[in-house]
């Protein structure tokens, strides 16, 4: 695709429910970040996948917590039990490895009531 | 831990100064310096980026300068104009692996 696809745009949840965000990359784009930026803030990694394999997970905040890539592709990070800290803007991002070129989408911004 | 320590938070210039936009690391093993510019509503997009075998690297109107000794690196905007108010992320990362990014400045260029 033209770049890096996010759905939905905006999300509102209720406190306890589950939420899935989506993430299309640029095609052929092997690595893909997601990230949780925080108003205000700057990205705070979360976790990256190479191809289907999930190499880093070290920045997912807990379990309830959980992204996978089945397919090498498209990517959806799901959150269970969501809680208001979740609030926040997802970014998902790709890259053509092993070059360093992040390309962001637009995000998916949570709102947790 | 902050990997990436960025000043300053905010910015105000006239349109034609030079914004100047600094970050700072602590782990050597770093080898890739982006920056990202972000407007509202949009993911941080690629303006220019360095490695530490280089001193100054220029982009246009944009210049990175690093301090590989001091582990310092910075942004300028050459000729700033309003189109280029936005929130400005340096980033750090070795190669493969994630970014760690700053906390961002808002600069604001007045006409």
């Known amino acids: 695709g033209a770049g890096v696809s996010q759905s939905p745009r905006y999300k509102v949840a209720k406190r306890g429910q589950d939420v899935a965000l989506r993430c299309d990359p640029i095609?052929?784009?092997?690595?893909l970040f997601w990230y949780q930026q925080a108003l205000g803030q700057g990205p705070e990694f979360l976790t990256y996948?190479?191809?289907?394999?999930?190499?880093?997970k070290s920045g997912l905040p807990s379990d309830r917590f959980f992204a996978e890539r089945p397919e090498g592709s498209v990517s959806t990070l799901k959150i269970q039990r969501t809680q208001q800290e979740d609030s926040a803007v997802y970014l998902c991002?790709?890259?053509?490895?092993?070059?360093?070129?992040?390309?962001f989408g637009s995000g998916t911004q949570l709102s947790v009531l | 831990q902050q990997q990436v320590k960025q000043s300053p938070q905010s910015l105000i210039v006239q349109k034609g100064g030079i914004p100047i936009i600094n970050c700072a690391y602590e782990?050597?093993?770093?080898?890739?310096f982006p920056w990202y510019q972000q407007f509202p509503g949009k993911g941080p997009a690629l303006l220019i980026a360095?490695?530490?075998?280089?001193s100054e690297k220029k982009e246009g109107r944009f210049t990175i300068s690093f301090n590989k000794s001091a582990k310092q690196f910075s942004l300028h905007i050459m000729d700033s104009q309003p189109g280029d108010s936005a929130t400005y992320f340096c980033?750090?990362?070795?190669?493969?692996?994630?970014?760690?990014f700053g906390t961002g400045t808002s600069l604001t260029v007045i006409p």
């Open positions: 360095i490695r530490p075998d280089v």
């Open positions: 980033a750090a990362s070795i190669t493969g692996n994630q970014f760690y």
């Open positions: 095609s052929g784009h092997v690595s």
């Open positions: 782990n050597t093993a770093f080898d890739y």
């Open positions: 991002a790709s890259s053509a490895h092993p070059t360093n070129k992040l390309f």
């Open positions: 996948f190479q191809n289907e394999a999930q190499l880093d």
